[in-house]
């Protein structure tokens, strides 16, 4: 978790140069790449909870970034898109992405990376059973 946290502080100090966190520039950078979504669609899509995206769909909105227009066929939804200015954000933010990304790999070869993209792949699925068996009664009879 230490190298995932030190990860995030990288990007969130990179991308504060342009007054935006990791969170922020994700969400941005995904509504430029695919169009406006609900707020419920990207949480589901950036895997973040509805609260958390809410929050970050709020500060970009204020700074200018997203506005939220009722939806055509449900107006009890919203659906969220990047404004002009959003837009012309997409540019700096892969830049510090791509820039970022050239740092973390420096010296790991492309197949350590690709190794090391199997091996949490495979954690993640031995996780998914683990949380599974967790959740099972009988799993944890045994333990009492």
């Known amino acids: ?10 990007y969130d100090t990179r991308f504060a140069a342009l007054d935006l966190n990791l969170s922020q520039a994700s969400v941005l950078a995904f509504l430029c790449n695919f169009g406006a979504h609900t707020q419920t669609q990207l949480a589901q899509r ?6 958390a995206t ?5 500060a970009l ?7 939220r227009q009722p939806d055509a066929s449900d107006r009890r939804v ?4 990047a404004t002009q200015s959003g837009k012309e954000m997409n540019k ?5 992405d791509e820039a970022l990304r050239t740092q973390l790999r420096a010296g790991i070869s492309r197949e350590e990376r690709q190794q090391l993209a199997q091996l949490l792949l495979r954690l993640q699925s031995n996780l998914a ?14 333990l009492r």
């Open 92 to 96: 700096p933010i892969n830049q510090i």
């Open 1 to 10: 978790m230490a190298t995932a946290r030190a990860i995030r502080e990288a």
């Open 46 to 51: 950036m895997n973040i909870g509805r609260a």
């Open 129 to 142: 059973g683990a949380l599974t068996d967790s959740a099972d009664p009988a799993m944890t009879e045994d």
């Open 61 to 67: 909105e204020r700074q200018g970034f997203v506005e």
């Open 54 to 58: 809410g929050s970050v769909v709020d």
């Open 78 to 81: 919203w659906q969220v898109s």
